[in-house]
């Protein structure tokens, strides 16, 4: 970290010698790359520390609130895993996954080494300080004997009690998760389903249209925005279906559950295709949701007609890197700015920080709901703070680092398929602004499906490329399921 405060630094002063050639704005770009390169250094190097003494901190909370010790990916790992024969670790795969398989109906597939692998500023810069405990699957290459497995307790422990059910029934909701009946509504019904919202036509449709949130968002970022402005003909022919996705919104939100890609996958099947005998779809999807958006149309080729996407983080992993953790610096900088990638980086780096804002902001949500309307005399609508607001920690952070990192590996392969083996039509939408995921992710897209339409909105970022212009893009999705193909 700092050879990189270094470097910049250096570029700075070579700036400054050729100040007389250089334009104004470029010597305050520097200027303020620099105070932001070590301001960010600082930051986090204290936030390092803090998430650290915050473990310890909720260890004996949870013990007084809850009779047991919560697990934590800070916990010591173990060379071996305590034997269940339900477990296999693969200890060489696609980065560095590990894999639970049983003959029974739990199938977890791949958990992110981002869980429990994340480098830390404190250490890297002193040796003497509090060292992050770490466990990666260790591979000898030049070995032909195998190197014995490493893995974090806190996945086993998960794994044993979601498999077995040997520990105590957990308190529920957790002390520090909210306990209303918007959060929790799902706990009073025996549906192992998803929150579906249903609009348009009802019954005896062919048209049927999937929408998927972003992350900590939920499917009031559908409908309250574009729901009300399609025309009544869409109304009359399509089945609109938004969804809370697992573990967000009044969707389930277990408190076992790893929220991997095959979790949330099987419960949009569940909820939406099978239920309703979903036969051919479209899919627009936003953020996060787009790599579900390709995940889906990857194993349902003949049934999706469109694919539309809103700011796909897809970047390219260069030769060399671990994909996982590319994408978790590529959407965790670690910068303090801009504030939606120090958000980003609180909540993808520090499980114990992230933690304690999920307990401030999401526990808290109704008093912040209540302010909002009191400030603005109730004059603008809060589906935004409830979306944002109402999931718990353990579903954000395993959705983060599961599916957004944990699929990095996986995103150019589903993108191949869609070029090669997918007729439907790829429309990709990206707002100019959008400094949580760049344009060059949508460009990122194009180079892979060179039949994608790419279209950038000017002026707009990750969440105005669809509030505030709400009947602009309506129509505009309107346009691409009627000129779609047949199938």
């Not at 909370?61 to 809850?66: A, K, R, S």
């Not at 194993?299 to 897809?314: E, R």
């Not at 392969?413 to 090669?420: A, E, K």
Request: hydrophobic share 40%; proline share 3%; charged share 20%.
């Amino acid at each position: 970290m700092w050879v990189v405060i270094m470097s910049e630094s250096f570029a700075f002063l070579c700036n400054l010698g050729v100040m007389g050639k250089t334009k104004t704005g470029s010597v305050l770009g520097c200027i303020g790359k620099l105070v932001n390169g070590v301001l960010s250094f600082f930051v986090f190097s204290v936030l390092d520390v803090l998430d650290i003494l915050l473990c310890y901190v909720y260890k004996i909370i949870d013990f007084f609130m809850e009779d047991e010790w919560k697990p934590c990916y800070c916990s010591s790992p173990k060379q071996t895993i305590i034997s269940s024969g339900n477990i296999l670790v693969s200890e060489k795969g696609e980065a560095e996954k590990i894999l639970c398989l049983t003959s029974t109906k739990l199938h977890l597939e791949e958990i992110s080494d981002t869980l429990y692998s994340r480098s830390s500023l404190a250490v890297e810069v002193s040796k003497t300080t509090v060292k992050r405990r770490n466990v990666v699957t260790s591979v000898n290459k030049a070995a032909t004997v195998q190197s014995p497995f490493m893995v974090n307790t806190t996945i086993v422990e998960m794994l044993q009690e979601k498999i077995g059910g040997r520990h105590k029934p957990h308190r529920f909701p957790r002390w520090s998760d909210c306990d209303c009946d918007t959060c929790n509504s799902w706990s009073n019904s025996c549906k192992d389903t998803l929150f579906v919202h249903i609009g348009g036509r009802k019954d005896n449709v062919s048209e049927n249209v999937l929408f998927i949130h972003g992350f900590i968002s939920s499917s009031a970022f559908w409908t309250e925005t574009l729901f009300p402005n399609f025309s009544k003909s869409i109304k009359s022919k399509y089945r609109l279906f938004a969804i809370d996705l697992l573990g967000f919104g009044k969707s389930p939100k277990p408190h076992d559950s790893l929220y991997t890609m095959k979790e949330h996958l099987d419960m949009i099947e569940r909820s939406v295709l099978e239920k309703n005998k979903v036969e051919s779809f479209h899919i627009v999807a936003h953020s996060l949701g787009c790599i579900l958006a390709l995940a889906l149309a990857v194993k349902y080729p003949n049934s999706v007609k469109s694919l539309t996407l809103l700011a796909p983080p897809y970047f390219p992993t260069p030769k060399g890197e671990e994909a996982t953790q590319y994408m978790m610096r590529k959407v965790a900088p670690r910068q303090v700015w801009p504030l939606i990638a120090f958000g980003a980086s609180m909540a993808a780096w520090y499980e114990h920080v992230s933690r304690t804002i999920c307990l401030l902001i999401c526990r808290q949500h109704r008093t912040w709901e209540f302010l909002a309307k009191l400030v603005t005399r109730n004059r603008i609508r809060t589906y935004l703070i409830d979306g944002f607001c109402c999931h718990t920690h353990n579903a954000a952070w395993h959705t983060l680092h599961n599916v957004i990192c944990g699929t990095a590996a996986k995103i150019e392969g589903y993108l191949d398929i869609v070029q090669n083996h997918l007729s439907c039509s790829v429309n990709v939408f990206h707002g100019q602004d959008d400094e949580l995921i760049p344009v060059e992710c949508s460009d990122n897209v194009k180079n892979k499906v060179p039949r994608a339409n790419v279209k950038v909105i000017e002026k707009k970022d990750h969440l105005t490329i669809v509030v505030g212009r709400q009947e602009a893009f309506a129509r505009e999705l309107e346009h691409i399921w009627k000129t779609t193909r047949t199938r």
